[in-house]
C-alpha cells in the first residue's frame, strides 16, 4: 500500500474543495483493545467500519481510518449544500444512537463491544490531495476543526461547528442540539467559538467554557532511539508529575525523523498524535502508559532506521 501511495505522490497536485467533513470516534476502544485479541479488535474495527459506510455514509466520497474512527468528506456545492448537510447531519444522528446495536447478530461479534461514538462535523473549504483520479488525503483548519469538536463529543454525541448554518437544517433535526460557546486548544484560546451539540449525550467540560490559558499544560518529555522502543515491554509507563485535571485532555505527541525511499529527509520531521495509551494509578503515580509495541510497529511502517532518534511529549492539564 505504501508503495502505491508514494507513487502517486509524484503526480500529485493540491485543489481546493467545499466539503462538509465527518469524523467519527469509537469510545472506549482503546481499553477494550487491551483486554482483546489482536484479531478480535482487527474484526470488530472492519465489521463497524463496513456498517457505517454502507448504512450511515455511503454518500460520502472519501473514506478514511483514524485508528480507532473514520475520517470521511461529503463534498457540495451551492445546487446541493442543504440535501447534503440534512443526509449528513440526520445520518450521523442515526449512527450515534443506533451504535450500541451495530454488531447485533453480527457472527463474528460474539464479545462485548464499545457501544458509544462521538461525532464533529463542520463545513467550508479544505484543501485535497489528490492525484490523476484518485483522491489521496485532505487537510486544512477545517479538518482540525473537525477533530477537536470530535473530541469534545463526550462521553458520546455530535457536535456541530456554529459555522455550519443550522437553518439548513429542518425543524425536528435542529431540535436535538444546543447552542454553547467554547474554547478549544488550537483552534479558540482566548476567545470562543459557537458550536451546536446534542444536549441529550454530551457534556462539554467546564474548562472548555473558560479562556485556555498556556501555563495549565505540563509535558512529560523523553527521546529514545527506535531501538529502544522496541526492545521495551508492550506498555511502557511514565509517571507523571502532577495530577491531570481531565484524562480526556491527555495528549501523546510523537516526533521523528522524515524518512522517503530509505533517505532521511533533511530539516523535515513527522509529528502525530498516539492514541494508544492509557492512564492509571499506580502505587499512587498518576501514570500513563504506551503501546509501545504498537508505536514499534508504526515507526517500522514509516521506514525510519533502528538507531533514529524519537521523541514523545505527554501533555496534560495539572489539576
Known amino acids: 500500500m505504501h508503495r502505491i501511495f508514494r507513487k502517486a505522490l ?3 497536485t493540491g485543489v481546493s474543495q467545499f466539503i462538509i467533513a465527518v469524523i467519527v470516534d469509537i469510545r472506549g476502544f482503546s481499553p477494550f483493545s487491551q483486554t482483546r485479541e489482536s484479531p478480535d479488535t482487527a474484526m470488530f474495527i472492519k465489521r463497524v467500519y463496513i456498517k457505517m459506510i454502507d448504512s450511515y455514509f455511503n454518500f460520502a466520497s472519501f473514506y478514511k481510518s483514524t485508528g480507532d474512527g473514520l475520517l470521511l468528506t461529503i463534498p457540495y456545492n451551492e445546487n446541493n449544500l442543504k440535501e447534503m448537510a440534512q443526509k449528513t447531519v440526520a445520518n450521523s444522528i442515526a449512527c450515534c444512537t443506533e451504535f450500541r446495536d451495530i454488531c447485533n447478530n453480527d457472527p463474528m461479534i460474539n464479545f462485548k463491544v ?3 461514538i462521538g461525532i464533529g462535523i463542520a463545513r467550508g473549504t479544505a484543501c485535497c490531495l489528490v492525484s490523476a483520479d484518485k483522491t489521496i488525503d485532505y487537510s486544512g483548519h477545517l479538518l482540525n476543526l473537525t477533530s477537536r469538536l470530535t473530541g469534545l463529543a463526550r462521553p458520546s454525541g ?10 439548513l437544517l ?6 436535538n442540539f444546543q447552542e454553547q460557546h467554547v474554547y478549544l486548544d488550537g483552534i479558540a484560546e482566548d476567545e470562543p467559538i459557537k458550536i451546536y451539540f446534542t444536549e441529550k449525550s454530551t457534556v ?3 474548562r ?6 498556556e501555563e495549565r499544560w505540563r509535558h512529560l518529555k523523553d527521546t529514545r532511539s527506535l531501538r529502544a522502543i522496541l526492545k521495551c515491554d508492550k506498555w511502557f509507563q511514565y509517571h507523571l508529575e502532577s495530577e491531570p485535571a481531565n484524562v480526556e485532555d491527555i495528549r501523546v ?3 521523528y525523523p522524515k524518512v522517503i525511499n530509505g533517505r532521511l529527509q533533511k530539516d523535515l520531521e513527522v509529528v502525530y498524535t498516539f492514541n494508544d495509551f492509557t492512564f492509571a494509578q499506580v502505587a499512587g503515580n498518576p501514570t500513563v502508559s504506551l503501546d509501545f509495541s504498537k508505536l514499534g510497529k508504526e515507526l517500522q511502517t514509516d521506514q525510519i532506521k533502528e538507531n533514529m532518534k524519537v521523541r514523545i511529549d505527554i501533555a496534560y492539564i495539572e489539576k
Open 114 to 116: 464499545p457501544d458509544k
Open 10 to 12: 509524484d503526480a500529485a
Open 253 to 255: 505527541i510523537v516526533t
Open 208 to 213: 472548555n467554557t473558560e479562556p485556555i490559558i
Open 170 to 175: 429542518d425543524k425536528k433535526i435542529k431540535g
Open 158 to 167: 455530535i457536535i456541530i461547528d456554529g459555522n455550519f448554518d443550522m437553518n
Open 204 to 206: 462539554i467540560p467546564k
